[in-house]
């Protein structure tokens, strides 16, 4: 009995075989806008219904719909140009707005690296202050030291209280010189107390910020 017969029947069984296979791995078409049933509720309250996008519904969401009724894609409202600028403008806010939340979030981290617990703050808070104070008790004493030296000038200055323009120019020279050098560091001393401000000022803020998460680092530690 001869199979030559059965050849032909194999061949397209294989063929039928490889074309589903095939069927198979042909990714489907990602949806979009396209040809499909659209769907939406126009301003009147109507609802419309077309086979390409609906003209009446740009400023509102469309439904593309599969043959079976199912929701294929939802397309948003198409935007005027003054509605996109807007739009824009908002996201590009609430960007800026969270890059500045983890900003916070860094510096917050940051700080409490360097000071994991009040004493260590209040201990750099005295340590800055101990400084300026030092600085301003030199001050101090180079201004007492000069006023000495002006008593001595004006000493000299009195034999010339008749006619001042008879001291000699060394003189009065000398006198200008204490005189704006007093000044200079009654200046510098103000600048001092300044920043002593200044330095209680930052140091008040960071204890706010930082009083919540040494509670928070407490209550996880427990």
């Not at 009065?172 to 200044?198: L, S």
């Not at 009083?211 to 996880?220: F, S, Y």
Request: proline share 6%.
């Amino acid at each position: 009995m001869s199979m030559r017969p059965l050849r032909p029947v194999i061949g397209w069984a294989l063929a039928g075989l490889t074309c589903t296979v095939l069927q198979a791995q042909t990714p489907e078409p990602a949806p979009g806008p396209g040809p499909g049933i659209y769907t939406c509720v126009d301003a009147r309250g109507r609802k419309l219904t077309s086979d390409r996008i609906i003209p009446e519904c740009t400023d509102r969401e469309q439904k593309m719909l599969n043959p079976s009724g199912t929701v294929k894609a939802k397309i948003g409202p198409t935007l005027t140009a003054q509605e996109q600028i807007q739009l824009d403008a908002k996201n590009k806010a609430e960007q800026a707005q969270r890059a500045r939340q983890e900003e916070e979030k860094k510096q917050d981290r940051a700080l409490l690296v360097r000071y994991p617990n009040q004493s260590a703050h209040e201990k750099e808070r005295e340590l800055a202050l101990a400084h300026i104070a030092r600085v301003k008790q030199s001050a101090a004493t180079r201004v007492t030291q000069l006023a000495a030296d002006k008593v001595k000038l004006d000493d000299e200055m009195a034999f010339y209280q008749k006619d001042p323009s008879k001291a000699p120019q060394r003189l009065r020279r000398q006198i200008d010189e204490i005189n704006q050098a007093m000044a200079a560091q009654d200046r510098f001393i103000a600048d001092q107390d300044a920043e002593a401000k200044r330095v209680n000022t930052r140091f008040d803020a960071e204890r706010l910020r930082l009083t919540p998460l040494w509670r928070m680092k407490t209550g996880a530690a427990q």
